[in-house]
């Protein structure tokens, strides 16, 4: 099989340098019948270089995620509210449309600023969010017994840069209190206008969405995005077994599998502009919701193939098995840990599909046949 995992990814939490520029990359009006809504490009160090957030004016002035949280974000944050004639302390909601500490990261840091604040975030992220160190150690701790499971070597294990991931991750992020959980129909309220809340999971469990209904703008977030692919989250749930799982294999938040569903579900919409948390303003809705399930599908069926050309010969494979089928030798383990990790999300979509089965071998690795 080709190597298929091409395009860049984004939406993951990157690290960021130490010394912080005086002002914003770029503060602009991008919906002309909402002037009320201003786009704010904050540095980013990694992927892509900038993530934009949405400072909304009206009562409560209103803050679409906040970029990460970090000395260059948070300076770079307060030169543009400063422009537009507000401090930091005046901002009194946040609403994430995500947990990832690219977008909830300054949350902490506008609180301290002594404003009356309120944190609104979809209920299956709220966790995240208030118990962010806990959180962030436990799962980068499964990462291990999640790779183990689908067929990395034990030898391998120990080169996994769990230290270094949590050790960035909780630079990046503080935990926070959430003063609203939200839920699918919720709005988020001006004096005459408002937006309602899309649950889209995928990029993480409590990924949102925000609606516009009158003028067709959809906030999409991480899910959709300018220039890059979202990333899907694929880790362990703190739940037992499913009895009726004849594997009884823990479960798992299956990213990729929801955020298809999430896609299909945008699909055909009449949305006339997106506004992501990268790449710009999105002019052309309907053909960025499509491309990206675009290009998760092709790569889908490439795999689909492959396994079923194994499947003639009786060849039963792991997801390991299938990353040395794609990727070069000597891939640095970082950047392994990560194709995995989608190699994972894509065998749990053909599941889904049902086009293979899963068994496991008696050391307690998965092994994926075409049925």
Known sequence: MSQVWT????????????????APLRVVQPVP?????????????????????YLV??????????????????????????????????IERIVLTHAHSDHFGLTASIREAGGALECWVHEADADFVEDYPRIVRE????VPSLLREFGVPPSLLPRLPTTETTRRALSEAEPTSVERRLREGDRVEWKDWGLRVLHGPGHTPGHILLEDE??????????????AIPYAEN??????????????????????????????RLRGRRDKLLLPGFGGVLPR???????TLLHYDV???????GLRSLARIGQDVTAYEIWKGLFPAGEPVEEMMSHLVLLIGALDCLEADGLIETERRSDGVFTHHHR
């Open 7 to 22: 395009r860049l990814r984004a939406g993951t939490p990157s690290s960021i340098a130490a010394v912080a520029p005086r």
């Open 33 to 53: 019948d909402r002037p009320q809504i201003h786009l704010i490009e904050l540095p980013l160090e990694a992927g892509p270089e900038k993530t934009q957030v």
């Open 57 to 90: 004016e009206g009562d409560p002035l209103t803050l679409i995620d906040t970029g990460v949280g970090s000395a260059q974000s948070r300076v770079a944050l307060e030169s543009a509210c400063d422009g537009l004639g507000y401090a930091l302390a005046d």
């Open 139 to 142: 799962r980068v701790a499964d």
């Open 214 to 227: 009158e003028t067709g703008l959809l906030f999409t977030g991480d899910q959709v995005m300018g220039e």
């Open 235 to 264: 880790h362990y749930l703190d739940a037992p077994p499913d009895p009726a799982d004849p594997l009884r294999r823990r479960p798992r938040f299956k990213g990729l599998v929801e955020m298809r569903r999430t896609l299909r």
């Open 285 to 291: 809705p309907d053909r960025a919701i499509r491309d």
């Open 299 to 305: 790569r889908l069926q490439r795999i689909e193939r």
